[in-house]
């Protein structure tokens, strides 16, 4: 597969519009603006930086590249895909990555055989690194692309939230460049032996949000 073969895969993968519903889900971004951890541009960029290198998106990411290697193993990825459920903090962000992950293998299938991806509960991660994986997607340049679809999520959201506007979102999405480059240059050669975290405010939040009333998002 040629690069720009590739890159346009992921993008329309990991596009807003690609029907996963990803839209419905903040990632415990709501609760926190609701507590006052998130209030402004410089807080937003911190808190999705947190997520990223040192939060649950980081433990996604690593699941993502041993999902990758993995693709066409069966056994390999249903074990992985139980050690991503084991990771979820909170029946939120369980329920977030299952419905995306089944959303995922039924549209990914105008694209990759229904029958080579994975069968039963995946999260999304998994359904990601596999689906690059079967097509021989460049690994560094998937993770680089989930990252980057993950933080544009989480500014669609804090736009929603009225954190910030559009062009705030931009100046936020322009400084988070390096932030996802960075991180997916340590995800690529990253081994199950690098999973872990330190956000406890982030899981806090996500677990704090299953009460959350009223409330505009599902996580």
């Known amino acids: 597969m040629t690069d720009t073969k590739a890159l346009l895969r992921l993008m329309s993968w990991l596009s807003p519009v690609f029907p996963i519903g990803g839209f419905a889900y903040s990632a415990g ?3 926190s603006v609701h507590a006052g951890h998130v209030r402004d541009l410089s807080t937003l960029a911190d808190w ?3 997520q990223i290198t040192h939060g649950a998106l980081w433990n996604d990411t690593v699941i993502l590249v041993e999902a990758h290697r993995s693709a066409g193993d069966r056994q390999a990825v249903r074990e992985v895909s139980e050690l991503c459920l084991a990771l979820c903090a909170g029946l939120e962000r369980y329920n977030e990555t299952i419905n995306q992950g089944t959303s995922f293998i039924q549209a990914v299938s105008h694209w990759v055989e229904r ?3 994975p069968d039963g509960v995946t999260p999304l991660p998994v359904v990601v690194g596999v689906a ?3 097509e021989r997607i460049d690994l560094q340049l998937t993770v680089s692309a989930y ?4 933080v544009s999520n ?3 959201c804090a736009i929603r939230l009225s954190i910030v506007g559009q062009e705030g979102a931009a100046e936020a999405l322009a400084s988070l460049e390096p932030v996802i480059e960075r991180t997916a240059e340590r995800a690529a050669v990253a081994t ?3 999973l872990g975290g330190a956000a406890f405010i982030a899981d806090i939040a996500s677990m704090n949000h299953e009460t959350l009333q009223p409330r505009l998002f599902l996580s």
Do not use: N, S
């Open 29 to 31: 971004l709501e609760q």
């Open 48 to 50: 999705i930086t947190v």
């Open 115 to 117: 029958g080579a991806m």
């Open 132 to 134: 690059a994986g079967l």
């Open 147 to 150: 990252l980057h679809a993950f």
């Open 154 to 156: 989480q500014l669609q």
């Open 192 to 194: 199950l032996d690098d």
